[in-house]
């Protein structure tokens, strides 16, 4: 199994930049595809960014297409979602994800029950 810490959250400024982590500790990473979550208050938990194993592929929310990017170091056991002109909606827990699941590192895994490992989230403010 793997074990992941999320840290980089904190108050971002509307039109500013985050960049978020997560650190992976347990099996070697390059076994999981990643996904990056996030959880607005009263709102169910929703996809924002994929990455496959070795880090060529993205899958990306259409909603954040053109602000976020997403990467992965295999060697460093981390990943990083960036996320540009930070918006208000943007405020909300984000959660890095693990799964092992062959088809999400080729196709790409959107839903929270694709991914079998979770960090505790970090917590992004984007006043309004």
């Known amino acids: 199994q793997v074990l992941l810490v999320e840290s980089g959250g904190g108050l971002g400024p509307a039109g500013g930049s985050l960049r978020l982590s997560c650190a992976a500790s347990?099996?070697?990473?390059?076994?999981?595809?990643v996904g990056w979550f996030r959880q607005a208050p009263g709102e169910e938990r929703e996809f924002v960014a994929g990455?496959?194993?070795?880090?060529?592929?993205?899958f990306l929310e259409d909603s954040v297409k053109g602000r976020i990017i997403i990467s992965r170091d295999n060697a460093a056991n981390t990943a990083t979602l960036q996320i540009s002109n930070l918006k208000s909606a943007d405020t909300a827990v984000y959660y890095c994800?693990?799964?092992?699941?062959?088809?999400?590192?080729?196709?790409?895994?959107?839903?929270?029950?694709?991914?079998?490992?979770w960090g505790q989230g970090t917590q992004v403010t984007v006043p309004s």
């Open positions: 994800a693990a799964t092992d699941a062959e088809h999400c590192d080729v196709y790409g895994c959107y839903r929270v029950l694709d991914y079998k490992y």
């Open positions: 347990g099996r070697a990473f390059s076994y999981y595809a």
């Open positions: 990455i496959d194993r070795s880090g060529g592929k993205t």
